[in-house]
């Protein structure tokens, strides 16, 4: 399957922080996802991006598509407890084809 | 509306017994998939069905089996358990054929093989 080198594995913030997570390929993708997994749950999805070069918000997370369509960052701003958990990048190449990164675990401390 | 909804969330089964995972969905997608998450992992796709009646492998389905029951349920099926196929199973599904293609997930089957 495809490779993508999710960086960094984990994170240890003070609430308040601002968190800075990316994801990288070999390959090109038509459209990047971010999924959070909460423990004993399964993924939910944050932010889903179909152009080269967008830029999408949702609420205090921003995430970027690459114009080189092999990256995708997400951001964070003023981190709270409840942010913790593994985030998961994922490129598309379509209906069918997804493929995960490997996860950065963050930790939030009070 | 219960969005992916999965059956067992726990199951241990000793190597060689079968076992059936089941996953229904009420959001009228039409596609579904079947992944597994080992420790340090990302999810990887074992089989999927692209609409109702057809299925096909994803990159790690040696050693399952899938039915795609109707539009609503598609099920995994492990024939003949062993300890390397212990795992979290996650079943997904999306709208498709036409974009966007964000795939939802249920909350997942923790399944130990020994």
């Known amino acids: 399957g495809q490779q993508l080198n999710q960086s960094p594995q984990s994170m240890f913030i003070q609430e308040g922080e601002d968190v800075s997570m990316n994801c990288t390929s070999s390959?090109?993708?038509?459209?990047w996802l971010w999924y959070k997994q909460d423990p004993g749950e399964g993924p939910v999805l944050l932010i889903a991006?179909?152009?080269?070069?967008e830029l999408t918000s949702n609420g205090r997370l921003t995430a970027q598509f690459g114009i080189t369509r092999k990256d995708s960052f997400l951001n964070i701003s003023a981190s709270i407890p409840s942010d913790v958990g593994i985030y998961f990048c994922?490129?598309?190449?379509?209906?069918?084809?997804?493929?995960f990164g490997t996860g950065t675990r963050l930790t939030v401390i009070p | 509306n219960a969005g992916v909804t999965q059956t067992p969330k726990f199951q241990v089964l000793k190597t060689g017994q079968s076992m059936t995972l089941q996953c229904a969905q009420d959001m009228n997608h039409n596609s579904m998939y079947w992944y597994r998450q080992d420790p340090g992992m990302g999810l990887r796709l074992i089989y999927y069905?692209?609409?109702?009646?057809?299925?096909d492998k994803g990159e790690v389905p040696n050693g399952y089996n899938v039915s795609r029951l109707n539009k609503r349920e598609f099920s995994l099926r492990l024939e003949s358990a062993a300890p390397s196929q212990t795992s979290v199973y996650f079943c997904a599904s999306t709208r498709s054929p036409a974009p966007p293609y964000e795939q939802y997930f249920g909350p997942g089957t923790r399944l130990t093989v020994t």
């Open positions: 994922a490129g598309q190449t379509g209906a069918n084809n997804l493929f």
């Open positions: 991006l179909y152009k080269a070069g």
């Open positions: 069905s692209a609409s109702e009646g057809t299925t």
């Open positions: 390959s090109i993708f038509n459209t």
